[in-house]
């Protein structure tokens, strides 16, 4: 099947009802047939529902169909996109062990990184994106995982996946990319090397600014790479809280079960089975209107370089940007709906930002409607001035979602806010 075709039908087989829109499955718990079924399904010897927290028959259409998108072996869907990068960090790593993170990384994430599990004793050690040979000096017998972006958000660079999977091959350590802004439908970072792919659903996938949601999805054959690894100890050894099941013998996708069995069970941030079904309905025009969010932005982005007022635009579909021939090659259908340019100062981003009539002023990303952010006063505010210069976020930067809406208008309301 093809994108487009995955995108409408993949992961869901009709029923006795046979209902053409996927179910809304709003329950907490199922009944068990009889006691032995209870026990297998316990014990893994058959597979099936349990209990919401772990799984549930809307989510799983959603989970499957995502895994399908990414072109990777399974899903396991969250609450959020910071739920699903923790999850993602908590799943090989504990306290002594480190991780090493992109600095130009969402605002969420670096705090998550810096501070919050800094005080589980995870360490994260950070590179620029835009130069890879920071990596391998980081490296050590304790380091478990490579977390970047794919197009950073704010700053929109761009990964080069080449160099960072083969640091990360050479060491046997796990990759792991925020794929948010570029989605599936742009790029997918598991056929180009990477390891595990994580999302905040928040976005594009719904679309629309609906629900809060994210998703991870592991590659085919991650086994090959965890299994014996001393990295990742948690995969090889007994489980003590699971009869001792060791994941890398079970003949299932091991990371995305281990989130799911360990980390969905004992911290729960599960989507509700409702928020499943709007990801659902997004994703069926997903690849639509990912070409449409990218052709826009080009344009307007190509309206903003020639603007006075406009110190830079960062949009890697522009031939002037550093990562215009990464972007050609990693990202060949568009580069997304996200841009951000550059003003003289503070006050006068505030005053753009203050100013516009169709954009609105919101902290959101991959809405239908278009949205204009100032980082340094809200998603980056709790950053520090150091903090924010790695994250590549100067006080006079305007950061645009490109919804759906005519380019011309949207053009427009840039034009005055800006002045000429
Ligand atoms: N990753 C990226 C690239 C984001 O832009 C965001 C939110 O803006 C997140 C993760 C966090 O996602 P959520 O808000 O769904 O927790």
Redesign the pocket.
């Given at each position: 099947m093809n994108e487009q075709t995955v995108a409408i039908h993949a992961g869901y087989e009709k029923d006795t009802q046979a209902t053409m829109a996927v179910p809304i499955y709003q329950t907490t718990a199922y009944q068990f047939r009889d006691t032995t079924y209870a026990g297998d399904l316990f014990e893994l010897k058959e597979l099936g529902n349990i209990y919401t927290r772990l799984m549930n028959p809307t989510t799983d259409v959603f989970e499957k169909r995502f895994a399908l998108l990414e072109e990777g072996e399974a899903g396991v869907a969250t609450a959020?996109?910071?739920?699903?990068?923790f999850y993602a960090i908590a799943n090989v790593a504990e306290a002594g062990d480190n991780i090493i993170v992109a600095k130009q990384?969402?605002g969420?994430?670096t705090t998550l990184t810096a501070h919050t599990i800094k005080r589980f004793g995870i360490e994260s050690r950070y590179f620029d994106v835009n130069n890879p040979s920071e990596i391998e000096p980081l490296i050590d017998e304790k380091t478990k995982l490579i977390l970047f972006?794919s197009i950073t958000?704010p700053s929109i660079d761009v990964a080069d996946f080449e160099q960072m999977t083969k640091i990360a091959d050479r060491h046997s350590i796990l990759t792991c990319v925020?794929n948010?802004?570029a989605t599936p439908i742009l790029c997918k970072p598991l056929t180009l090397g990477c390891d595990i792919v994580?999302?905040?659903?928040?976005?594009y996938t719904t679309g629309q600014g609906l629900a809060?949601?994210?998703m991870i999805v592991e590659r085919k054959d991650i086994k090959s790479k965890i299994k014996g690894n001393p990295r990742y100890s948690h995969f090889n050894e007994p489980d003590i809280t699971y009869h001792g099941l060791i994941y890398t013998d079970l003949e299932l996708p091991p990371f995305t079960l281990r989130v799911r069995l360990s980390l969905l069970r004992d911290l729960g941030a599960t989507p509700s089975p409702f928020n499943s079904w709007l990801y659902i309905q997004g994703l069926e025009t997903l690849p639509l209107r990912m070409v449409q969010h990218s052709k826009s932005a080009l344009e307007i982005a190509k309206f903003l370089e020639t603007h006075p007022k406009v110190k830079s635009v960062n949009y890697a579909g522009l031939k002037s940007n550093r990562n215009y021939h990464l972007a050609q090659k990693y990202f060949p259908k568009g580069q997304s709906g996200l841009l951000s340019f550059e003003l003289e100062s503070l006050e006068e981003a505030q005053r753009v930002a203050d100013s516009t009539k169709i954009f609105s002023l919101v902290?959101?990303?991959g809405d239908s409607k278009s949205i204009i952010t100032h980082p340094a006063s809200t998603?980056h505010q709790q950053l520090s001035p150091k903090e924010l210069e790695e994250a590549g976020v100067p006080a006079g930067l305007i950061r645009l979602s490109v919804g759906l809406e005519d380019t011309q208008d949207l053009i427009a309301d840039l034009r005055e806010a800006l002045g000429e």
């Open positions: 959020s996109g910071m739920s699903a990068i990384v969402y969420g994430t972006e958000n925020d948010t802004v994580v999302h905040s659903a928040s976005k809060l949601g994210g902290v959101n990303i998603t």
